[in-house]
């Protein structure tokens, strides 16, 4: 089993910028491809971006294409999610996922970090 935690979520402006981080613990991060989900109120959740192993690769949904950036560090079994010029749409809940199989979501998830963006 892999314990996911996500933190950094919060109420922001349009325009404005948050750093979402997922730390984990039980299994080992560097094995696995991590990734970002969210759900909007009303809506079913969707991929927002996903990172490689070493983190070497990654790729965004178009919707956040530009703006959002994930990346990880292995050492600290963490993965990370800066999102900058952010939009009301953005308004979700953020869930931490892996492992990623072609932008599908796997068995561990954690309990997502509500971001909320004013206009």
């Known amino acids: 089993q892999m314990q996911l935690v996500e933190s950094g979520g919060g109420l922001v402006q349009a325009g404005e910028s948050l750093r979402l981080s997922c730390a984990a613990s039980g299994r080992t991060l560097s094995r696995y491809v991590m990734g970002w989900f969210r759900q909007a109120p009303g809506k079913e959740r969707e991929f927002v971006a996903v990172i490689s192993q070493s983190g070497g690769r990654t790729y965004y949904a178009d919707s956040v294409k530009g703006r959002f950036t994930i990346s990880r560090d292995n050492a600290k079994n963490t993965v990370y999610l800066q999102m900058n010029s952010l939009k009301p749409e953005d308004t979700a809940v953020y869930y931490c996922?892996?492992?990623?199989?072609?932008?599908?979501?796997?068995?561990?998830w954690g309990q997502g970090t509500q971001v909320t963006v004013s206009s």
């Open positions: 996922n892996g492992p990623v199989v072609r932008f599908t979501p796997g068995a561990y």
